[in-house]
């Protein structure tokens, strides 16, 4: 006989992912909404629980891997492809634990809806 996780620890980690994707999407709306508000010259309250302060400044944007990359074509030349399939046919296999992101169970919604029709 099979056994099982336990059903109220899924539904509360499938909820929580959701809870957080759902928080992600609405920090990030809210955030660039406070950055047009700084940009156009609003300032931050001083009387409230929280303080945010906004700076701006110019970076450099490089990607280091996309320069190693390149640097490595131009030292290997053709051998590029040979190298890089060489690199990961050798690199050692390494067992790694993960959850997808859950998905309604169509079992579940037949099985609740034959239910709800009786």
Known sequence: MP???NQEEVTRYAILDAEIKK??????????ELI???????LC??????????SSQERRQISWKDELLRLAKDTLGKGW??????IETEAPVVPTDMI???KVNPDYEAEHMQKVAS
């Open 23 to 32: 928080l992600e999407a609405e920090k990030k709306a809210l955030r660039e």
């Open 45 to 54: 309250p001083r009387r409230g629980p929280w303080i945010l302060t906004f």
């Open 100 to 102: 997808l992101p859950p």
């Open 81 to 86: 492809k040979k190298y890089v399939t060489r």
């Open 3 to 5: 056994k099982y996780l």
């Open 36 to 42: 047009e508000g700084f940009k156009s010259g609003l």
